[in-house]
């Protein structure tokens, strides 16, 4: 049996050449595919760090909006009282009966609008003095005896009679034709007859007493207290 020869030492040196070379290649394209590896690694922290960061501005938004919340919020606090009070505060400006109809259907009486005596001319003033004159006669003079009696027949020609007399007519409706008649009906009432009429008839006499209507009166016009005790006789005025 004989030996097999080995390759001579040259191939032997060409051949590990060969080996070292690919071996060479790999490592080369190793190191090329780990190189875009860490691109792409890198390239993707970039991604990772971007989102981060709108991630980060979404949250200090969020907590701006949570902040501004917590204000409007904080300004509600307390409005529920403020609603209560004004709606007690109109509950207290509004009549008993809500100011429109009573359970009948029937409409409290409104004021009308006061009479602008200081610039009513001609016909406004004639009307306006109509209105007031249809109260006397209907209202005032057949219902409140000495106290109505101490009118003077001039009262239309004293602008102090015309306010007087508005005011007077139209409380006395207010509190008389309001069709629902409550303790604070009664008590404006008795407010009208015992204290503010009294005192109205008192600056009326007082006004038209010796104006410039009056022919010269034989004897002095009476005062109240002369009229609640004279036995109740009406006052006499000479025609004007
Ligand atoms: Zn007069």
Do not use: F
């Not at 009308?112 to 001319?121: G, M, S, Y």
């Not at 034709?177 to 303790?183: E, I, V």
């Not at 009166?217 to 004279?230: S, Y």
């Amino acid at each position: 049996m004989t030996a097999t020869p080995g390759p001579p030492a040259g191939d032997a040196i060409a051949a590990a050449l060969l080996q070292i070379t690919r071996h060479a290649e790999r490592l080369a394209l190793l190191d090329d595919r780990e190189a875009q590896h860490y691109q792409q690694i890198t390239e993707r922290l970039r991604e990772i760090a971007a989102c981060l960061s709108e991630m980060s501005t979404c949250v200090d938004a969020a907590e701006g909006t949570i902040t501004d919340q917590a204000a409007i919020l904080a300004s509600l606090d307390g409005l529920d009282e403020q609603v209560a009070a004004i709606a007690t505060q109109l509950a207290e400006l509004v009549p008993a009966d809500g100011g429109n109809q009573d359970e009948g259907g029937a409409k409290p009486y409104q004021p009308i609008p006061t009479p602008q005596w200081w610039k009513l001319e001609r016909d406004g003033r004639a009307e306006a003095i109509a209105r007031l004159r249809a109260w006397v006669e209907m209202i005032y003079l057949p219902g409140y005896g000495r106290l109505a009696a101490m009118l003077a027949p001039c009262w239309d020609h004293h602008p102090l009679c015309l306010y007087t007399l508005d005011w007077l007519a139209e409380l006395w409706s207010v509190v008389h034709l309001t069709p629902h008649r409550t303790a604070a009906t009664l008590a404006g009432q008795s407010e009208w007859q015992t204290r503010l009429l009294p005192a109205a008839a008192e600056q009326m006499l007082m006004e038209t007493t010796k104006c410039e209507h009056t022919q010269p009166a034989p004897t002095r016009r009476p005062a109240v207290a002369d009229i609640l005790g004279n036995g109740g006789q009406r006052p006499q005025r000479p025609a004007t």
